[in-house]
């Protein structure tokens, strides 16, 4: 009988995803994301530095197609908390709706 490896998925392959990217779409961006992409993982930060490396237009319709998963969010919030910004200087900070933050803060921090 085989023996299934069972994976467990730690989320998504942030290093692989921006590499495929940039090789097919936008290779004369690949100077700017090295120093990202050679680290062992990526964090928050790193993804948003790279994202708008990539993809900063201005207010891009990308931007409408976002989502973050808790933990995610709760980066956010803490990032909040350390550099003691208000909704608004967050949401702007992070190209969000203020709305959004209120309704991550009503759901998280009750």
Sequence with gaps: MDKQVQTVNTGPNYKRIYHDFIESKCPDKLEYIKRYMSKESMSLSDVLK???????????????????????????????????????QLAKHFKLSRNTVTKWKRIFLV
């Design 50 to 88: 790279i994202n708008n490396i990539i993809f900063f237009d201005g207010v891009s319709e990308n931007q409408k197609f976002k989502s973050y998963d808790k933990q995610t969010i709760f980066e956010i919030l803490e990032y909040q908390k350390k550099y003691k910004l208000n909704n608004s």
